[in-house]
């Protein structure tokens, strides 16, 4: 992982890890408002995914069971975060990979799924232009919070440490962020339980 080190937020996860799972909304009830929304992920039956801050894995194995027989490669930049996911024994790929600067693979996927990660990728425009490029033709990369851009914000704004900056885009902020990359906005929805943002390449 080239470079990943020096990002701040890195230690910052590595720190929350062990707790994670117990400190957050219950995994289930974010798979259950998750699976709600299939549909419009458009996750089908032997589709590649990569997913982006897959964190301890709360959504890794729905993912994967959603997506067979196609394959899911979950990602994280943080190494303890990966190692509570790892050991769960789901059926999907784990990397640590910093997704600003790492090699992703070229053309590998058909959908790319950043679930409450993309604030804190700090290189955005790096990053919407690493997962593109992992892309294969026509395929889509969903944004995805159970909360709205302006409640999240507000949420890490009052965190001390290393991701009171970080930041969602919201509004005509994206437009010319996936421009760059190479993405057409397919949607936007941005309301008070949901930002879920749709693009392809």
């Known amino acids: 992982m080239s470079n990943a080190n020096v990002d701040p937020r890195i230690a910052f996860f590595n720190d929350l890890a062990r707790r994670w799972d117990e400190d957050e909304q219950s995994p289930d ?8 929304l299939a549909d419009d992920l458009g996750i089908q039956s032997g589709a590649d995914v990569l997913e982006v801050g897959c964190g301890t894995g709360q959504l890794t194995a729905w993912l994967a069971e959603r997506a067979s027989p196609g394959r899911v490669v979950a990602v994280d930049f943080s190494p303890a975060m990966l190692a509570k996911a790892q050991a769960k024994d789901i059926p999907a790929e784990f990397r640590q990979a910093d997704v600003c600067c790492d090699d992703l693979g070229e053309a590998c996927f058909d959908l790319v799924l950043c679930f409450h990660s993309f604030p804190h ?3 955005q425009a790096a990053a919407l232009g690493n997962l593109a490029r992992g892309l294969k033709p026509g395929g889509r990369l969903v944004v995805m919070h159970l909360a709205s851009s302006a409640a999240i914000n507000a949420f890490h704004a009052g965190v001390n440490g290393a991701v009171s900056v970080d930041h969602l885009p919201s509004g005509n902020a994206w437009n010319p962020l996936l421009a760059a990359a190479g993405l057409r906005l397919v949607s936007l929805v941005d309301r008070e339980d949901l930002f879920l943002l749709k693009a392809e390449w």
């Open 29 to 36: 009830e974010t798979v259950r408002r998750v699976a709600e």
């Open 121 to 123: 990728f700090r290189d």
